[in-house]
């Protein structure tokens, strides 16, 4: 490990264009990243079976109320699904609040809940005391896992497996998107998700398109090398993006990364911003787009310095750094009966590769180890 | 207001002790903590009723779930709701995503559910939408508010009244505890509460000791006259406890402060840590005292600089800055039972005090107006 970071900060890091080969010394979490198409393709694959018999399941025992529980970037996850869920079956979904469980254990009325515990190692003791207390308590529980020995999935009732491979950066990049990927097609089994279900097998190219923003993302950061502190905004499904995202910078970076959704960041931290401050902002077309724009101005008027991660012409333009994404079109253009299209419902998972292509070469371009942030270790264990 | 801020920026703005009267030069904000003890009493005194009504309206329903809506300090306030309401009731609780149903509008199935909108001035357009979305699905739906004839009020079925009085400085304080009071006035009406009920009446008193850390904090703030940025530190009940406070620090001080549950902070924030940074700790007794303790030996071994906001010994003295809080048991010593105290359900009142008065004495102390924050307006029209 030592060895890498002293390369990494030696020699100058190319970018390079993804299908070129990965060397030995190129950074785990490089390489991650570039792994996702093939990974979320393997996790949507392997898992249509189980999410059908998980929706089964909610159907039989009326489902009333989801729970999701997960740490850092598993929370991000479900987050996601948070959104996801709840906008397209109804059912009202919460994120669990852990130490409930594991400091002040109280009885819980689950027997209507469906309890889904997020942990890409299957050993954060706390989630896995979320789920065997959900389970005795009479929920019907998930495990959203990349291994399928875990004890995680050992206390769930059925487990959805990212199939990711082994993640050897600390920095979860790949196990995020097939975690959103597969809470995605649980959202589609579920009554109201139907009209997601025949898009996903197109969401590995859609994180193909994303890959392309390498390139642009590893010659944009050099001017971050001494930004100590920056704000992430996203809205709506982009809100775990955001936080996703500033979860990176702080890890591999150090950068004190603050997440806000663009609506909470007018209600107060909207203070802090003073000229130079670095903004970056996900402005997706869709229904967040108009909110965004008029967010970019303000910022702008401020002197802020907006990295802008889009598709559409006019938040690129306003940029001080624009990423942009060139992403299949899911849906037809027209909107159908007013419905949101599944284009934004995906979005998350496209959207986060510059935000992961933004960690790792700004790591590298300070001259750390994007895959060992000190003071880290892969697995966390937290009660 | 911009000759209050040349004043306060002039003369040294001296601690006084609780009692002392304010000179018409006193900051709003600083008048606001102070009103809190007698605004918490009047908010407890007025709403009995109303909440046993809620009450019985949510048994009549059979509530499967509560969401929570509220946004900024709002939010922070739905955050110990729905820790205090989960825990004592067994009902799972959300919050709510507003932009699902401002923006992204889908039919949600909320017959069984207990919908609650926080708004201070009652006018927030995207919490006022989430309510009457709620109650044209079918929820009982909640409003509190410092406003009765507010829009939210009137769109809500019940509204527990703040009575906090006209507040004036756009940092929000004595509307955010008395927020948090009416939530534990409902938590403890509702079944699995009933414990708590006797002591809410000793609410003003505990937050009368708490205004005694005034002259610590005064005194403390200087040496932070500098900092850029920090990181807030709580879990379970005072989770919502360091949100608040960074919200805080952030809009009146303009600091960038990054708060995490502590448990979360370890799932990699914890890499941001360096010799000399901030970190705001809130170490309560009880039972996440051993994990504050625990934190903050690892936090020294890495040269942080950390406050520390508590009641007992052991932590205090691993502090560089320490708050020590004198707070009147209000449970016997021993556990009965193993049920959690009491004290640990109610601190988050009194462990934001010393929060607050950070905020407003640092930013006197930089000589910013804390009750004018740049870019802010009182009530901010979100949709």
Request: with cysteine; proline share 8%.
């Given at each position: 490990m030592q060895a890498m970071k002293s390369e990494s900060s030696r020699t100058p890091h190319l970018p390079r264009t993804p299908h070129t080969p990965h060397t030995p010394h190129t950074p785990h979490m490089l390489r991650e990243i570039h792994e996702q198409p093939d990974a979320?393709?393997?996790?949507?694959?392997?898992?249509?079976?189980?999410?059908?018999?998980?929706?089964?399941?909610?159907?039989?025992?009326?489902?009333q109320?989801?729970?999701?529980?997960?740490?850092?970037?598993?929370?991000h996850a479900a987050l996601y699904g948070q959104y996801l869920l709840q906008h397209l079956t109804g059912i009202p979904v919460a994120l669990a609040t852990p130490s409930l469980y594991t400091l002040f254990g109280a009885p819980f009325q689950l027997q209507r809940a469906l309890v889904i515990g997020i942990s890409q190692s299957g050993e954060s003791p706390d989630i896995v005391e979320v789920i065997a207390q959900s389970r005795a308590a009479g929920a019907l529980t998930v495990a959203v896992t990349n291994r399928q020995d875990s004890p995680l999935a050992n206390a769930a009732d059925e487990t959805l497996f990212c199939a990711a491979g082994a993640e050897l950066s600390v920095a979860a990049t790949?196990?995020?998107?097939?975690?959103c990927a597969l809470l995605a097609l649980l959202a589609a089994?579920?009554?109201?998700?139907?009209?997601?279900?025949?898009?996903?097998?197109?969401?590995?190219?859609?994180?193909?398109?994303?890959?392309a923003t390498e390139e642009t993302v590893a010659g944009a950061v050099v001017r971050y090398v001494h930004a100590r502190d920056c704000i992430v905004l996203g809205r709506g499904f982009q809100y775990s993006?955001?936080?996703?995202?500033?979860?990176?910078?702080a890890e591999t970076c150090y950068v004190i990364a603050m997440p806000f959704s663009s609506a909470d960041f007018r209600h107060g931290p909207a203070a802090l911003v003073e000229r130079g401050l670095p903004v970056i902002l996900f402005a997706p077309p869709g229904r967040t787009a108009p909110d965004s724009l008029a967010l970019l101005g303000w910022l702008r008027e401020r002197g802020a310095d907006c990295t802008v991660i889009g598709e559409e012409r006019h938040p690129l333009e306003q940029a001080t750094t624009a990423i942009a994404l060139d992403l299949p079109r899911l849906s037809e253009d027209t909107e159908r009966g007013g419905e949101v299209q599944v284009d934004e419902l995906l979005a998350p998972l496209p959207y986060i590769v510059p935000g992961q292509f933004f960690a790792v070469y700004l790591a590298l371009a300070k001259g750390l180890?994007?895959?060992?942030?000190?003071?880290?270790?892969?697995?966390t264990h937290t009660r």
């Amino acid at each position: 490990m030592q060895a890498m970071k002293s390369e990494s900060s030696r020699t100058p890091h190319l970018p390079r264009t993804p299908h070129t080969p990965h060397t030995p010394h190129t950074p785990h979490m490089l390489r991650e990243i570039h792994e996702q198409p093939d990974a979320l393709q393997r996790a949507l694959e392997m898992n249509g079976v189980v999410a059908q018999r998980i929706a089964a399941a909610v159907a039989r025992r009326g489902v009333q109320v989801i729970v999701l529980a997960g740490r850092g970037t598993s929370d991000h996850a479900a987050l996601y699904g948070q959104y996801l869920l709840q906008h397209l079956t109804g059912i009202p979904v919460a994120l669990a609040t852990p130490s409930l469980y594991t400091l002040f254990g109280a009885p819980f009325q689950l027997q209507r809940a469906l309890v889904i515990g997020i942990s890409q190692s299957g050993e954060s003791p706390d989630i896995v005391e979320v789920i065997a207390q959900s389970r005795a308590a009479g929920a019907l529980t998930v495990a959203v896992t990349n291994r399928q020995d875990s004890p995680l999935a050992n206390a769930a009732d059925e487990t959805l497996f990212c199939a990711a491979g082994a993640e050897l950066s600390v920095a979860a990049t790949k196990t995020y998107t097939t975690t959103c990927a597969l809470l995605a097609l649980l959202a589609a089994s579920l009554p109201g998700g139907e009209r997601l279900l025949p898009h996903l097998p197109r969401l590995p190219a859609l994180m193909r398109a994303a890959l392309a923003t390498e390139e642009t993302v590893a010659g944009a950061v050099v001017r971050y090398v001494h930004a100590r502190d920056c704000i992430v905004l996203g809205r709506g499904f982009q809100y775990s993006t955001a936080r996703e995202t500033a979860l990176k910078l702080a890890e591999t970076c150090y950068v004190i990364a603050m997440p806000f959704s663009s609506a909470d960041f007018r209600h107060g931290p909207a203070a802090l911003v003073e000229r130079g401050l670095p903004v970056i902002l996900f402005a997706p077309p869709g229904r967040t787009a108009p909110d965004s724009l008029a967010l970019l101005g303000w910022l702008r008027e401020r002197g802020a310095d907006c990295t802008v991660i889009g598709e559409e012409r006019h938040p690129l333009e306003q940029a001080t750094t624009a990423i942009a994404l060139d992403l299949p079109r899911l849906s037809e253009d027209t909107e159908r009966g007013g419905e949101v299209q599944v284009d934004e419902l995906l979005a998350p998972l496209p959207y986060i590769v510059p935000g992961q292509f933004f960690a790792v070469y700004l790591a590298l371009a300070k001259g750390l180890n994007p895959d060992q942030p000190r003071g880290l270790t892969k697995v966390t264990h937290t009660r």
